[in-house]
Every structure is written in C-alpha cells, then in structure tokens.
C-alpha cells in the first residue's frame, strides 16, 4: 500500500471512530457534518466556538420549524 492510500485509509478510520463517539454522545452529527467540523478544527478553528456555533444554528432551526 502506497503513503497516500495509508494516509487515506488513516483518516477513514479516524472519521468513523470519531462518528462513533459522535453517536454515543447522541450530538447528532452525521457524517458529512462531522468531517466539515474536524476539517474547520485541522484549519485552526476554536472548537468551542464552533460548538457554540453549531448549538446556536440548531436553535434558530428549531425555531424556524416551531413557527411552520
């Protein structure tokens, strides 16, 4: 297997334990969304604020769908 694939193959395994804790913690990420947000925290963003952001979009959504 060639370094790139190992690399590939690294992150894979990283994503899905991380997916894991996700759902055992009930935080309600999936896939995609949990990607973005370790990507966003590999770049250097804080990753309270990025809670605190996420939390916040979440209660305005349900805001939103309480209003319909």
């Known amino acids: 297997m ?3 694939e190992d690399v590939v193959k690294e992150a894979q ?3 899905e334990v991380a997916y894991e804790i996700n759902q055992l913690l009930n935080a309600g990420l999936d896939r995609e969304s949990l990607s973005i947000v370790m990507n966003l925290c590999e770049l250097g963003v804080n990753p309270e604020a990025l809670a605190s952001c996420i ?14």
Do not use: F, V
Request: proline share 0%.
């Open 13 to 15: 395994e990283t994503l």
């Open 2 to 4: 060639s370094s790139s």
């Open 55 to 68: 939390k916040e979009i979440r209660n305005e959504a349900q805001k939103l769908n309480q209003k319909q």
